[in-house]
């Protein structure tokens, strides 16, 4: 993996350009309700800058690069966090939302210490693992042997997740593609300084070989 200071593109993407591709999908608008929720009052962000990631030559897979510390870019799976540590037993905050009626769909805004997720290596893969873990745990009724059907099936309905690290000011967004059902993370999330009360989201862009 690259150092922190050999990225492709620093973290503002090119130069403040927005990627408007992503503030049209279910995880933007999960993203700016968790902001509300959790950190009211701060300025929610006006758009997603775009990471630009450049694609292997020859059609071989790009070893990950750093967008900034602790956050890293990993070609088609998007970003991801390195944490120093993991630690069991936490229990962070969360909401649970639900689209449509038929066939419902999940969406999951957890705030609390990232070391909850239980890797250092959080990906895609990893959190909506850690999200469904959190969706079945909350609709289960351990007094109710009838619940269990209704909290797999809402854990397998998990579709977008929404993780913010106050302490550490940042967040990770997953989604999963309803066709494939390949799991990415297509935004990563900078908090401000408390003072200034601002979030940055970043979104991914692949650009030709």
């Known amino acids: 993996m690259d150092g922190p200071g050999e990225s492709a593109r620093d973290a503002g993407g090119a130069r403040g350009a927005f990627a408007p591709g992503v503030t049209g999908r279910p995880i933007w608008r999960l993203l700016l309700r968790g902001l509300g929720v959790y950190l009211p009052g701060w300025e929610a962000p ?5 990471v ?13 690069v750093w967008v900034g510390p602790p956050a890293f870019l990993d070609g088609e799976a998007g970003f991801g966090l390195h944490l120093p540590e993991r630690r069991r037993g936490l229990e962070p905050d969360r909401e649970i939302y639900v689209r449509g009626r038929e066939s419902p769909s999940f969406g999951l805004v957890v705030a609390g ?25 909350e609709l289960l009724d351990a007094g109710d042997a009838d619940s269990v059907p209704y909290a797999v099936r809402g854990a397998r309905a998990v579709e977008n997740v929404v993780f913010l690290d106050r302490a550490a000011g940042v967040g990770l ?37």
Request: with cysteine; hydrophobic share 45%.
């Open 46 to 50: 006006a758009g997603a800058h775009q």
């Open 52 to 64: 630009v990631r450049q694609a292997a030559p020859g059609g071989r897979r790009a070893a990950p």
């Open 113 to 137: 210490p990232s070391a909850a997720i239980g890797t250092r290596v959080v990906d895609a893969a990893a959190l909506v693992r850690f999200a469904r873990r959190l969706t079945f745990e």
């Open 173 to 209: 967004c997953a989604e999963v593609e309803p066709t494939t059902r390949a799991a990415r993370c297509p935004v990563y999330v900078r908090l401000g300084d408390p003072a200034e009360r601002t979030v940055r989201a970043y979104g991914t862009v692949l650009a030709a070989p």
